[in-house]
């Protein structure tokens, strides 16, 4: 999001194919940066990624730099999902559903060109193929994907595979996401994809609100 840390990453669909459960780690490392951002962070370094799947629910969890959390739980069998932001103090919850995020994403989705290029990367045990992705605004990101992970992760599924090394730009900052832990066999807990107690409840029009100051 260019807007607003409010939404650090875009609001996506995940489905999935796949009767395995699955969780990875991602380590997260600020490339670029505003000058004011890199004095802040020069205190912390504390960020990492967490996807999760359990059949067709998927849970999603960032913490940046120890101050922002953001968590996004979704469920493509009801269509129904919820996101909860803990800032400071603020604890937040916003219900969502199949409308509301494609409404949102409307003119976001911008697909890249994809090529393939010669080069293999070892993340973990994985071999990962190398690709380059190019956009219509002449960005190019590497990113290195594994064909032995059959889940879609949705800001990717052009991809014959799952991401376990890329980069990608949010709020004026270029991210990497390297992966720290694959986890193939280990049930995800189901309490994962509920609601959990202490939060403020906004809606999603509120929440749409914020972006725009």
């Known amino acids: 999001m260019k807007k607003s840390v409010l939404l650090f990453f875009a609001l996506t669909l995940s489905f999935f ?29 504390e960020s990492d990624f967490i996807m999760k799947f359990s059949g067709n629910k998927s ?25 909860l932001m803990d800032i400071s103090a603020q604890k937040i ?21 994809v090529e393939e290029v010669k080069g293999t990367k070892k993340v973990l045990d994985h071999d990962c193929n190398k690709a380059l992705l190019k956009y219509s605004d002449g960005k190019e990101y590497t990113v290195y994907y594994s064909k032995a992970i059959k889940y879609k992760h949705e800001n990717f599924d052009y991809l014959d595979g799952f991401p376990l090394d890329y980069s990608t730009e949010q ?24 609601i959990p107690s202490g939060y403020t409840e906004i809606s999603f029009e509120k929440l749409m609100e914020l972006q725009q100051k």
């Not at 919850?93 to 060109?113: F, S």
């Open 59 to 83: 849970y999603s969890k960032i913490n940046l730099f120890g101050m922002f959390t953001q968590t996004i739980v979704f469920d493509s069998d009801s269509g129904e999902g919820f996101i």
């Open 93 to 113: 919850l916003i219900k969502v559903n199949r409308e509301q995020l494609n409404e949102y994403n409307k003119g976001k989705d911008i697909k890249p060109i």
């Open 17 to 45: 194919l796949n009767a395995q459960d699955l969780s990875v780690i991602f380590d997260i490392k600020v490339v670029k940066a505003p000058k004011d951002v890199k004095k802040a962070l020069k205190q912390v370094d």
């Open 171 to 194: 709020n004026n900052m270029v991210l990497t996401m390297t992966a720290s832990a694959v986890d193939q066999k280990t049930k995800v807990d189901a309490n994962l994809f509920e």
